[in-house]
T-cell receptor
Framework: QQPVQSPQAVILREGEDAVINCSSSKALYSVHWYRQKHGEAPVFLMILLKGGEQKGHEKISASFNEKKQQSSLYLTASQLSYSGTYFC???????????FGKGTLLTVNP | SQTIHQWPATLVQPVGSPLSLECTVE??????LYWYRQAAGRGLQLLFY??????ISSEVPQNLSASRPQDRQFILSSKKLLLSDSGFYLC??????????FGPGTRLTVT
């Protein structure tokens, strides 16, 4: 089942912070976060695994609440390069496949 | 380091023509491989995935098929393209249950 992302869109000024949320109705093994710029492929940002392991870019932070099947991506001191569409992908069970949310469009203005 | 290749980068095909998109991964062995499609302005739809040579799981019934003839090669095919097949096709690889990486994609326009 497709995870739900919120907000659908957010506009920031450079230096401001943002939080993007991802919620699933089923138990999760992992949550993955990606950023996609217009016309390009999605780029891996972060993976959060059940049990607390996580791996990702230094300037990106995220949380994973296993009990609530929710994850949040924290973008602090935003830069113009942060603009793009952010997708969360969730994995449940043992099927090795990700189901992606509809995306959150982030625009950072000067 | 691992690298994923897709070709061609762009493709314009008439309705009813065949399709073959290729994806190869370098620098890893026995990866999980995936084909996604992204319609304009939309999300990522999983089409096929494979956990080993000759093992293909289909997610969406349609006129597309996939094959994995070699460990690091994944091919997406169609015998007859439809207008609705237009989109951005992305191949991805994953080592076990860790992070997943996307290839550069193929932009397909069916006319």
């Amino acid at each position: 089942q497709q995870p739900v992302q919120s907000p659908q869109a957010v506009i920031l000024r450079e230096g401001e912070d943002a939080v993007i949320n991802c919620s699933s109705s089923k138990a999760l093994y992992s949550v993955h976060w990606y950023r996609q710029k217009h016309g390009e492929a999605p780029v891996f940002l972060m993976i959060l695994l059940k049990g607390g392991e996580q791996k990702g870019h230094e300037k990106i932070s995220a949380s994973f609440n296993e009990k609530k099947q929710q994850s949040s991506l924290y973008l602090t001191a935003s830069q113009l390069s942060y603009s793009g569409t952010y997708f969360c992908g969730t994995e449940g069970g043992s099927n090795y496949k990700l189901t992606f949310g509809k995306g959150t469009l982030l625009t950072v203005n000067p | 380091s691992q690298t994923i290749h897709q070709w061609p980068a762009t493709l314009v095909q008439p309705v009813g023509s065949p399709l073959s998109l290729e994806c190869t991964v370098e620098g890893t062995s026995n990866p999980n491989l995936y084909w996604y499609r992204q319609a304009a302005g939309r999300g990522l739809q999983l089409l096929f995935y494979s956990v080993g040579i000759g093992q293909i799981s289909s997610e969406v019934p349609q006129n597309l098929s996939a094959s994995r003839p070699q460990d690091r090669q994944f091919i997406l095919s169609s015998k007859k393209l439809l207008l609705s097949d237009s989109g951005f096709y992305l191949c991805a690889w994953r080592a076990g249950r860790y992070e997943q990486y996307f290839g550069p994609g193929t932009r397909l326009t069916v006319t």
